[in-house]
């Protein structure tokens, strides 16, 4: 009830606004489980793409949305639930993971949609990062759910990162035709077999999207970006410091200039 207000809500006045299209809304099944697998452009695409769907699709979201004290932090957190987001708590490790698996399965065994990114996080410069082997491929063979995968398209450019206000523009959700993993179930132990899952998912997502495919984790690339960002920050700060010492420098040498051409006329004056 909550779920259908909230898309009332949001999502009619998200597509009268922003016009999102569709393609391939057919491979949506009317009735039964199915896992959603995405790639992650923008915090937007949990909004544009349960918009154009009629039946409810569950993502799982950072504990920390659900849990921010004062009245800001429960609005935030009644939102989120109103939208069909499920808290876990991703500083755990392993158990983070654990968590999300089994509320992914608890999602399909209720015969709902389960929707996930495999990238694990947004792109951080809106290439397509290899998808994380545990969740998605984890939850397809304990299930036996099919897996459809969607591609969100633009959604970066609505809001770029330092942008208050967002550009009215359409972005665009493909979605891709089932694919059946049935042949592996029973087999998610086997790491290589997840690995196999998983990057035929990724393949399907890249080819619906278009994205350049990048073949490391998108956290990792997330982290080397920052710390070349830190690196060059403190390139910047070292050479505005060396600029202030010159500048210094060449300011003491102008006054002491300055000061021996004052000696050296006072030397030539003739004596009273």
Not at 33 to 50: E, G, K, R, T
Not at 64 to 73: A, D, L, M, Q, R
Not at 204 to 217: A, F, H, N, P, T
Request: no cysteine; aromatic share 8%; glycine share 10%.
């Amino acid at each position: 009830m909550i779920y259908g207000a909230m898309k009332v809500a949001i999502g009619g006045p998200l597509k009268l606004a922003f016009r999102p299209w569709v393609e391939g809304l057919e491979n949506i099944p009317a009735t039964g489980p199915a896992i959603l697998a995405s790639n992650h452009l923008s915090f937007s695409d949990s909004f544009f793409f349960p918009a154009v769907l009629d039946r409810k699709v569950t993502f799982i979201a950072k504990a920390e949305y659900f849990t921010s004290p004062g009245v800001k932090g429960k609005l935030t957190a009644a939102f989120f639930k109103g939208v069909g987001q499920l808290p876990v708590d991703r500083s755990g490790g392993r158990g983070a993971g654990e968590a999300a698996i089994r509320s992914g399965i608890d999602v399909i065994e209720r015969g709902e949609l389960f929707g996930i990114y495999p990238e694990g996080t947004r792109s951080p410069d809106g290439r397509l990062y290899r998808g994380k082997p545990g969740g998605l491929a984890r939850v397809a063979l304990a299930t036996g759910a099919p897996v459809i995968p969607v591609a969100m398209i633009d959604t970066e450019k609505i809001q770029p990162p330092g942008k208050l206000l967002p550009k009215l523009m359409r972005p665009g959700i493909r979605i891709g035709k089932p694919l059946d993993f049935s042949r592996y179930q029973g087999m998610e132990g086997d790491r290589f077999i997840l690995r196999s899952v998983t990057d035929e998912v990724m393949y399907e997502i890249m080819k619906l999207s278009g994205q350049e495919y990048v073949d490391v984790y998108a956290s990792a690339a997330k982290r080397q970006l920052a710390e070349e960002a830190k690196r060059l920050s403190a390139e910047h700060k070292q050479a505005e410091k060396e600029a202030r010492q010159l500048e210094k420098a060449e300011k003491a040498a102008e006054k002491d200039a300055d000061a021996e051409q004052a000696d050296a006329g006072t030397d030539r004056r003739p004596a009273a």
